[in-house]
């Protein structure tokens, strides 16, 4: 009798837990649709170049460099920050985004762009 009771909890908590899991997965899927829906999509109306860094063409240092910018709902760049890449190349592609016109939007939102640095360019 009481090997039969402990299977019946054991099972019982083993479909708790599965049932608490698969709740747990849609609830983090459902997070991640939000923060990438949040993320814009607007596009670009003009794009201004970096410059190649003097020390960057030196040292031969080539990469992207992922740039998060804000843009105001005029399409202005407000601010602009490099997620990932080499620091070299950072600051050309921060201040080459700056000076990127986005398309006008109800809201301000957050658009991430690559910016490619190459010696052949």
Known sequence: MLICSLRFAIRRVQRTTARLLRIATFVLFAALALHAAAAGNRSVKSRV???YPDLARHLKIEGTVV???VV???GKVVDAKAVTGSKVLSYAAEEAVRK???VAAPDKSTESVEIR???AQ
Do not use: G, R
């Open 49 to 51: 170049a970096p410059q």
């Open 67 to 69: 740039v998060e910018a």
């Open 72 to 74: 105001d709902p005029n």
């Open 100 to 102: 990127w016109v986005f």
């Open 117 to 119: 640095f190459a010696l």
